[in-house]
């Protein structure tokens, strides 16, 4: 089948500590997508990528890294400097313009 | 720049009737696209229907449907026999082009509320 996979779908961490949350995709799509959302908000766009190896800021970069290896795989670093990391974050991908976003299942990350 | 505005935060509907779910968007791009997205309570984002800029027909989905009226910027999605199921949050979303290539703005949603 193919498909977004986001792992985990709970992530719970200590204050000062890097987590890093995974995001693969099957699809073959080369743009992936990385969004932040909080309870009762819209989505706000971390990080994006076009093309392996390269890949841009988005509204909320900052205390956020990703890196993009391979076509199929974004996966996104929440960093200590993260001040209020605590939210629902969403990996997507996009085949070409103007195609829609397929959407993972989204990781809950708490921080404790 | 480019810019989604969603103005009903939240939206009762009697079950099997119709509602008009409200969205506007700002782009000075003359090729992007337009998305509906529903969220359920798990979190899952649903794509729901498209609109491209040029289309010149109305996108239609099942009981989904966009009013897409191009002078004014707008991008309404028209549910229609609303089901219990259709409680949820839902998301306009439009595509353009930006000096990297394909980007996404997303609008800050309704939650839509069918009542028995």
């Known amino acids: 089948d193919g498909g977004i996979t986001q792992s985990p779908k709970y992530l719970f961490r200590k204050e000062g500590q890097n987590v890093t949350l995974s995001c693969e995709q099957n699809?073959?799509?080369?743009?992936m997508y990385w969004y932040r959302q909080d309870p009762g908000q819209g989505l706000r766009l971390i990080y994006y990528s076009q093309i392996v190896n390269d890949f841009q800021k988005g509204d909320i970069a900052e205390g956020y890294s990703v890196s993009r290896e391979k076509k199929e795989s974004f996966p996104l670093t929440v960093t200590s400097a993260q001040k209020n990391p605590t939210a629902f974050y969403l990996c997507?991908?996009?085949?070409?313009?103007?195609?829609?976003?397929?959407f993972g299942p989204g990781t809950r990350l708490t921080v404790l | 720049a480019q810019k989604i505005t969603q103005t009903q935060p939240g939206m009762f509907v009697q079950e099997k009737e119709a509602v008009t779910l409200d969205c506007t968007y700002d782009?000075?791009?003359?090729?992007?696209?337009l998305f509906w997205y529903k969220q359920p309570s798990s979190g899952e984002m649903i794509f729901l229907i498209y609109?491209?800029?040029?289309?010149?027909q109305n996108a239609t989905e099942g009981r989904y449907s966009l009013n897409f009226q191009k002078a004014r910027k707008s991008a309404n999605l028209v549910i229609s026999a609303s089901q219990l199921g259709d409680s949820a949050m839902y998301f306009c979303?439009?595509?353009?082009?930006?000096?990297?290539?394909?980007?996404?703005?997303f609008g800050p949603g309704t939650r839509l509320s069918v009542l028995p």
């Open positions: 699809l073959n799509h080369d743009a």
């Open positions: 609109q491209g800029s040029y289309d010149q």
């Open positions: 782009t000075s791009d003359p090729s992007y696209g």
């Open positions: 997507a991908s996009s085949f070409r313009r103007n195609n829609e976003q397929f």
């Open positions: 979303a439009m595509s353009y082009s930006s000096n990297y290539g394909q980007n996404f703005v």
